[in-house]
């Protein structure tokens, strides 16, 4: 039994596969996740096996730190992987750069079998690299394509440079099939004889993740619908060593607009970015999941899913072939609806840390707190934003105080404060109920509405035009001294 039938027989059978296959690159942008989180919904869906496997082959884009970046966040996503380069498994490695030699074996038999040739030419690095824009078709045509094997296998024993290239019938058509976009077919004399094994021996990405993904038996591949050009290619190398080909899923692209792709370039956020930004990781992977994909049938109209109850629905049937806008407001909106579902301790736990960097008074408490803003929090980072008035009150325009809706004016907005003050002074039961039954008879006393009295506190002990409760609530947490305190400010202010 030779090298390549005893690699055959390690390649498991009878189940579906799938792979996440990301290169360390730097942080895990928005199409990243999505592909990770259908990939992993794909295996689970299926109860087939899903790999992390990590391609590694251009050294000159690596970044230190990435991997841990990867396997932080599909830790933290529960993209959990059966298969992997930290768990082991029946086909490693699974870091390409330590299958070097193996991808050297393969691009040799394919030269054996016809399908690839030795190319002697000198190229360029973005070439070689493999990492062309693939829709750019460029045309390589050169001597060395017809070249004997013994004449070219004699030019590499003299130590000539050298890279494999793929051999591209010159004739006829390819087609292949996806599972979004369906049958698609390319002339062959359009495709580009594309590197296969660079000069250091090196595979390039489109040949090692066609090797790999046979010898790790994979099922359905999913990656981005800029690689629909490449997939000819791919089908031709599958056929050239007489492989099964496996299913493509190509995903539309996330857009930032209807021009624009999202890009860390001009800002848009990565996964680590909206989780520092006090997105929930839950709210995330739920609203990434439908960028793009959508359920059938009686589900059609569901918009939450936790990522158990997605690996039931998930088909790939439901991917769409047009792109998928971020909406950064949905987002948010989403966001805050997993924020209400949170019990007062889970929301505490998150908020906490936000709720310090803006409340250093001890006398706050953060518990109560965290209760008031809890059902009006979008995302944790707006947290100290909206509550650092209770740590100390900002400087504010007299103008806050003058509210068409509530009818306020500063005229009775001063004498509003001076009757609240009478009020609160002599209360001795200082709680949210306490004050709001003493200072909704205030204003029955006065014959004016409660917003006369309530708005103009509001303003007095917090400074600005919109908070996270309500005058009573804001007075409850800061208490007796410091609430009069402030009012007694607001007062000298609008007297002045």
Known sequence: MDFFEEMELRIPKGKVRTRFAPSPTGYMHVGNLRTALYTWLIARRHGGTFILRIEDTDQ???????????????????????????????????????RRDLFGKYAELLVQ????YYCFCQKSEEEESGEEDPKQIKKHVCACRDLPLDEALAKKAAGMPYVIRQKIPAEGTTTFHDASFGDITVENKELEDQVLLKTDGLPTYNFANVVDDHLMGITHVVRGSEYLSSAPKYNLLYEAFGWDVPTYVHCS?????????????HGDPSYEDLINEGYLTEAVLNYVALLGWSPKGEL?????????????????????????????????????????????????????????????????DLHAVAALV??????????????????KLPEYDTALYVHKKSKTTLENSLESLQWSLDVLRSLEIWTNERLYEALVALAAEKGVKNAIVLWPLRVAVSGKASTPGGATELCALLGKEESIRRIEAGIALLQK
Not at 113 to 116: E, H, V
Not at 308 to 317: G, R
């Open 300 to 364: 059609a109209e569901r918009e939450f899913f936790t990522l158990n109850e997605l690996a039931a629905v998930f088909d790939i049937s439901g991917i769409s072939k047009s792109p998928a806008v971020f909406d950064i407001n949905k987002l948010r909106w989403m966001n805050a609806e997993y924020m209400k579902k949170l019990s007062p301790e889970e929301f505490y736990a998150k908020a906490e840390p936000y709720l310090k960097q803006a409340v250093t008074n001890p006398a706050i």
């Open 374 to 391: 809890q059902s009006r929090c979008e995302v944790l980072s707006d947290l100290a934003e909206r509550v650092d008035f209770l740590d």
């Open 60 to 98: 000159g884009r690596l970044v230190e730190g990435a991997v841990d970046v990867i396997y932080k966040t599909m830790a933290e996503c529960g993209l959990t992987h059966d298969e992997g380069p930290d768990v082991g498994g029946p086909v490693g490695p699974y870091v390409q750069s330590q």
């Open 253 to 265: 692209p996330v857009m930032r607009d209807a021009q624009h792709k999202m890009s860390k370039r």
């Open 113 to 116: 079998r016809g399908g690839a």
